[in-house]
């Protein structure tokens, strides 16, 4: 078949210059990233969760606890009671009526189903 006879005299377009070498002398020493905000890594990784915060603290603040120092660790009941502090609102309707949503026009309605064209016509 002629399909055939193509497809074995393809040649590819890229074309590499020289033999592939693994160069003799990598430095696999590691070091900081580039955009670090300290140049320095840190001695070990357990010095370095002591001060990471991914979602609240990661260390375990209180080792000797039953419930441990991570998110979530704790019951409900000791964390108090749950109230906004002043001028803090945790609902949108808790606001005061200055604040309130407003309710769509009619104008504003045809607009919005017309895709804009009825705000030209």
Known sequence: MQATR???GRQPMIRFLGKRSIPSKIDHTPHAHPAAPTSELPDSFASY?????????????N?????GGFVGGKPGKSLGPVEP????????SDLP?????????????EAIESGGASMFA
Not at 49 to 61: F, M, S, V, Y
Not at 63 to 67: C, E, I, L, P, R
Not at 97 to 109: L, M, P
Request: charged share 25%; aromatic share 14%.
């Open 85 to 92: 502090a002043s001028g803090e609102f945790f609902d949108r």
């Open 63 to 67: 080792a000797a606890s039953q419930y």
């Open 6 to 8: 193509i497809l074995f």
């Open 49 to 61: 969760r002591q001060k990471a915060q991914q979602h609240g603290p990661l260390a375990r603040r």
């Open 97 to 109: 009526s200055r604040f309130a949503r407003t309710s769509w026009s009619a104008a504003e309605i």
